[in-house]
């Protein structure tokens, strides 16, 4: 019974570590082809959001009697709209969505300061007003970069985020690969 178990997470830390190199390389690809990953990212978020409008007329539809009808359907309509427009339109909503991207760094990087000054007298604070001036000059570069930036950045930080997902994949697996051989060693 022991080996079995023992078998079956092998094959889970296997499967893991396969995943995880697979990531990595999706990431180096990403950043490789900033182009291609930020018009990829942008196709897959207007098929979420046309998805998303379908699921939301079908629950409107389904709840009609409870109320809210015409507004579900609205904003089902919206989400469905707003999705086709970025499908049919991507490099409009390429720029579109860096420069939301932007915005939202930079309200970000704000609400941070605004939260760091208030933590101030707590040990820790600085790490919190740290984050926000990186986030705030984050934000201030995608912005002032505007619209130059638009068709490489999302690509590139989709990239980074798939890549770093990959290496924190790999490292894990073969943390809990060495942990399994402690294990396995200890009860032999």
């Known amino acids: 019974m022991t ?18 190199v697979l990531l990595i390389v999706l990431g180096i690809i990403a950043i490789a082809l900033p182009a291609v990953s930020t018009i990829f990212a942008e196709t897959w978020f207007a098929l979420i959001l046309i998805s998303s409008g379908f699921t939301k007329l079908v ?9 809210g009808f015409v507004w579900k359907l609205l904003l089902s ?5 707003t999705g086709i427009m970025l ?10 969505l860096t420069l939301l991207l932007g915005s939202f760094l930079l309200t970000e990087g704000v609400f941070e300061l605004i939260l760091a000054f208030r933590l101030r007298p707590q040990q820790n604070w600085t790490w919190v ?14 912005w002032f970069q505007w619209p130059f930036n638009a068709p490489w950045l999302i690509g590139t930080l989709v990239g980074v985020s798939v890549l770093f997902t990959g290496i924190s994949r790999v490292g894990l697996s073969f943390n809990a690969r060495s942990a399994l051989n402690q294990s396995e060693a200890t009860s032999a």
């Open 3 to 20: 080996t079995n178990v023992s078998g079956d997470v092998k094959k889970n830390i296997n499967g893991s570590l396969v995943t995880g």
């Open 77 to 81: 309509g919206l989400y469905i709209a």
């Open 129 to 142: 007003l740290g984050d926000g001036i990186i986030t705030l000059i984050l934000g201030a570069m995608i």
């Open 87 to 96: 499908f049919v339109y991507p490099l409009n909503g390429i720029l579109t």
């Open 59 to 67: 629950y409107a539809t389904q709840t009609r009697e409870q109320g």
